[in-house]
């Protein structure tokens, strides 16, 4: 049977590869609806010529139309040609446009990662791969675009969950996979392909300052898959992609503004969720800074992590910056809870990062919730020493003694601040509350008594039966060894200078002859944070302009986790020196 447009087609194919434009290979090989025309045409005619099991049929007519590559004429006149991977390919992308269903999602996934597998190893060759590299992006943007969709209808994958369930039972079952992993998984071996890249000059740029091959790929591919990792929440697999990156890729500011920026923007989230706030933090400024103002919603996105971040290590957002239209509704969130960390107000902190708390449903869904918990009481505690201090410390006089803080009088502001925080806050000031504004229980709280309507205890285990827990109803307070160990952990982080006198219970301020009790004693949250981060500010993962390999195959001549220490040229243990 006549096959016309097939032929046509193949033909069009051939003078590409001849050419090596890979960007005209990508607008043909083209699959998300609507196709043109001439698609539908071709389509049909794949059905009635080559259908289902006829490949070894249509791989012949792929390898009689298509010229072979030639690697000598190759060298002699740039011409280039189809091999054997692509051939494979392209009889893939025959096949998904003879059978693909739109309307079953999840086999159409299965198909496309199928024919992205095809593609990836097409990509492979060293010579002609990178021509199909526009074709690999193009392939991968959409099997995540699907990927996601499919995430976001869960009744559509609840088979393969089922089905996953019934195979591992019986055995131990590991870490399950989810169909958004499996796709990102298909997506980084396209990265390591362009990362692995060996032709040209050793550090992958060209003469114009340019990436060269197949590294042109690398963050198109890698934020495909840090967008998946981050979408299914499997951010640990996106630290293998950090360090290959780190030790083999070209400096980050050869790529355009767009990769840069997305870029950047998942290294901060990646640091962020593993407590590196300051490295965080210089990421996501530089992405946002880079961000075009008319990208509003990629820049709120990184605009909400750079202020957490900074939020963290002492640095509070101005009000301009809440005034821009990327920051619209951010104020609400955020300034309530700096004004609570700047004047000590554990009860307020308390409150406004409380689950029940009106902003504690947005909180979890960005995942900051626990590090503004965990990360941002210690400065609520520095500031109510300083606010305790300003009250009634000793500042100091024209004798020698130095500045001093009684820790009973912190203890007493901290444990009226904690009684209020178990109040709702409707009646932090209301003298009917069993606690009056001196923190005190009200005499009228005695005459409180249990009565026949109130709820059945709860259920205790029969192990536990006897064991002293804690009362729920009245949970301790703060004590003087607890309150000492936190200004010894405040000391020991630089966020208080001087020492504790554990026998008069004081915390003396060193140098304050010289500086003032408050500056001396108090230093400021991010001087300090951002000094001892050190004067280079290297961020694990990206790589700046004038950092190469040194000696030892690490990126700047620096060791560090994941890297290869050569020693092909080390002397014996032991030996004399030179």
């Known amino acids: 049977m006549s096959t016309p447009t097939i032929d046509l087609f193949l033909s069009e194919i051939a003078q590409i590869l001849l050419t090596k434009d890979g960007s005209k290979l990508q607008s043909y090989l083209i699959l998300e609806p609507p196709l043109p025309p001439q698609y539908t045409v071709l389509t049909t005619e794949l059905r009635q010529s080559y259908p289902a099991g006829t490949e070894a049929q249509l791989e012949g007519k ?17 011409e280039g040609g189809s091999w054997t991977a692509f051939v494979t390919f392209l009889v893939s992308y025959f096949a998904f446009l003879r059978d693909v269903d739109a309307g079953r999602l999840v086999e159409t996934h299965d198909q496309l990662k199928s024919l992205l597998n095809q593609c990836i190893l097409a990509l492979s060759d060293a ?4 021509v199909v590299l526009p074709t690999v992006v193009s392939l991968s943007r ?20 089922r089905r996953e369930s019934t195979m591992v039972a019986g055995e131990e079952a590991g870490e399950r996979v989810t169909l958004v992993e499996s796709s990102a998984n298909v997506i980084r071996e396209g990265f390591k392909k362009c990362l692995s890249e060996r032709s040209g000059a050793a550090s992958g740029i060209t003469a114009d300052g340019k990436p060269e091959g197949r590294r042109i790929g690398i963050y198109l591919m ?10 299914c929440r499997k951010i640990r697999n996106a630290e293998q992609i950090f360090g290959n990156i780190y030790q083999q890729s070209p400096p980050l500011a050869l790529y355009p503004a767009s990769q840069r920026v997305t870029y950047l923007y998942y290294l901060g989230r990646y640091l962020f969720s593993n407590n590196h706030f300051y490295r965080a933090q210089l990421a996501l400024q530089s992405a946002y800074t880079q961000c075009h103002a008319r990208c509003p919603k990629q820049r709120r996105r990184i605009l909400i992590y750079l202020i ?12 301009s910056l809440l005034r821009r239209p990327e920051a619209e509704g951010l104020a609400d969130k955020f300034l309530p809870l700096c004004h609570a960390i700047a004047k000590g107000d554990l009860a307020t902190f308390k409150h406004l990062l409380d689950l029940d708390h009106s902003n504690a449903d947005w909180f979890i869904s960005k995942r900051i919730l626990l590090q503004l918990r965990n990360r941002c009481e210690v400065l609520v505690w520095r500031s109510l020493a300083r606010k305790t201090f300003i009250l009634s410390g000793f ?41 009056n504004n001196s923190g005190r229980q ?26 002293v827990l804690p009362s729920s109803s009245n949970p301790t307070l703060i004590t003087t060894p607890e309150l000492e160990s936190i200004l010894a952990s405040l000391i020991d982080q630089g966020l208080l200078r001087g020492y504790i006198s554990h026998k008069w219970l004081r915390f003396a301020i060193l140098g304050s002859k010289v500086r003032g009790a408050l500056a001396a004693g108090f230093p400021n949250v991010w001087a300090t944070i951002s000094a001892g981060a050190g004067a280079d500010e290297e961020v694990p993962g990206w790589v700046r302009s004038g950092q190469g390999k040194g000696a030892y195959g690490a990126v700047g001549g620096k060791a560090g ?9 080390a002397r014996p243990a032991g030996a004399p020196p030179l």
């Not at 495909?224 to 990792?229: N, Q, R, S, V, Y």
């Not at 009200?442 to 536990?464: E, G, S």
């Not at 986790?561 to 050569?566: A, F, L, Q, R, S």
């Open 62 to 78: 792929c390898k009689s139309l298509l010229p072979e590559y030639d690697e000598e004429r190759v060298e002699g006149d740039g």
């Open 127 to 130: 010579s002609m791969g990178v």
């Open 142 to 161: 959409t099997l995540a675009r699907l990927a996601i969709g499919l995430d976001k209808r869960p009744e559509l994958v609840a088979h393969l969950t």
């Open 222 to 231: 890698s934020n495909l898959c840090l967008k998946l990792f981050f979408h």
């Open 308 to 319: 957490t971040s900074n939020i963290i290590v002492g640095r509070f957002p101005s009000p």
């Open 395 to 435: 500042h100091g006089d024209t004798s020698k003694k130095a500045a001093t803080l009684n820790i009973a009088d912190l203890l007493t502001l901290a444990t009226f601040l904690e009684k209020r925080a178990r109040l709702p806050p409707d009646q932090w000031t209301d003298s009917k509350t069993h606690f």
């Open 442 to 467: 009200h005499t009228n709280a005695i005459f409180i008594r249990p009565t026949d309507r109130d709820p059945a205890p709860p259920y205790t285990d029969p192990d536990l039966q006897g064991a």
């Open 561 to 569: 986790p994941g890297m290869v220490v050569k020693l092909s040229g």
